[in-house]
C-alpha cells in the first residue's frame, strides 16, 4: 500500500526558510515524478513545483527562485527547500505522486508571520 508522509512544517518569520521531506513507502517510485502542492485556507489546491525521475523540475511563478525541489531516490524521498518565505506561502502543504491512481499525504503546514 503506498503511502506518503510530509514532514518539516512550522511557523517561521517572514524571510526565513523550511526544508518539507515526503517519504513514499509501499512502491517503486523510481520512475514516478513528485509535486508538492498547496492549499491556504479558502483557495483551491495549487501545484508548487515538480521533479521528474531524470530531475527535470517545474515551479509555480509564484515561488520561483524561492524554492527548489529535489528527489532522493535512494531513500524514496522527495524534498522542498522553500527560502525567502513570505506570508502569503502560508498553507498546508502536501505531496503527490501519481502511480495507478493519485497519491496524496496528510499535509503539514507552514505558517509564514510577517
Known amino acids: 500500500q503506498v503511502q506518503l508522509v510530509e514532514s518539516g512544517g512550522g511557523l517561521v518569520q517572514a524571510g526565513g526558510s523550511l526544508r518539507l521531506s515526503c517519504a513514499a513507502s509501499?512502491?517503486?517510485?523510481?520512475?514516478?515524478?513528485m509535486d508538492w502542492y498547496r492549499q491556504a485556507p479558502g483557495k483551491r489546491r495549487e501545484l508548487v513545483a515538480s521533479?521528474?525521475?531524470?530531475?527535470?523540475?517545474y515551479y509555480a511563478d509564484s515561488v520561483k527562485d524561492r524554492f527548489t525541489i529535489s528527489k532522493d531516490n535512494a531513500k524514496n524521498t522527495a524534498y522542498l527547500q522553500m527560502n525567502s518565505l513570505k506570508p502569503e506561502d502560508t498553507a498546508v502543504y502536501y505531496c503527490h505522486t501519481l502511480g495507478d491512481t493519485d497519491y496524496w499525504g496528510q499535509g503539514t503546514q507552514v505558517t509564514v508571520s510577517s
Open positions: 521533479i521528474n525521475y531524470v530531475g527535470n523540475t
Open positions: 509501499g512502491g517503486f517510485f523510481y520512475y514516478n515524478a
